[in-house]
Nanobody
Framework: VQLVESGGDWVQPGGSLRLSCAAS????????MSWYRQAPGKERVLVARIISAGGSTNYADSMKGRFTISRDIAKNTVYLQMNSLKPEDTAVYYC?????????????WGQGTQVTVSS
């Protein structure tokens, strides 16, 4: 199983980035896919999630209207479009795949990609 994030970079406040997470080694369409982030000295928190069945999405309150999560099942890839970035968005962003099957939770993490927002 692999989750490989890419797209992290340095960007000025107000700018945009698109993160990608390429998945392999599991049935991508059967897993809920999420983006989390962890800022220095803080806990890892949920940014956005896209549900396996139906593709509905949910977001942390501070990201609503600025971030968009999407997926391309044919490419086994999940994306996070981030607009109107703020310095407080600076963090390592992690891709997560999760599934509950027969009472057992399966969860996988990527290695993370650094996003830095500063002038």
């Amino acid at each position: 199983v692999q989750l490989v994030e890419s797209g992290g970079d340095w960007v000025q406040p107000g700018g945009s980035l698109r993160l990608s997470c390429a998945a392999s080694g599991f049935t991508f369409s059967s897993y809920d896919m999420s983006w989390y982030r962890q800022a220095p000295g803080k806990e890892r928190v949920l940014v956005a999630r896209i549900i396996s069945a139906g593709g509905s999405t949910n977001y942390a309150d501070s990201m609503k209207g600025r971030f968009t999560i999407s997926r391309d099942i044919a490419k086994n890839t999940v994306y996070l479009q981030m607009n109107s970035l703020k310095p407080e968005d600076t963090a390592v962003y992690y891709c997560n795949a999760a599934r509950l099957r027969l009472g057992k939770k399966y969860t996988y993490w990527g290695q993370g990609t650094q996003v830095t927002v500063s002038s």
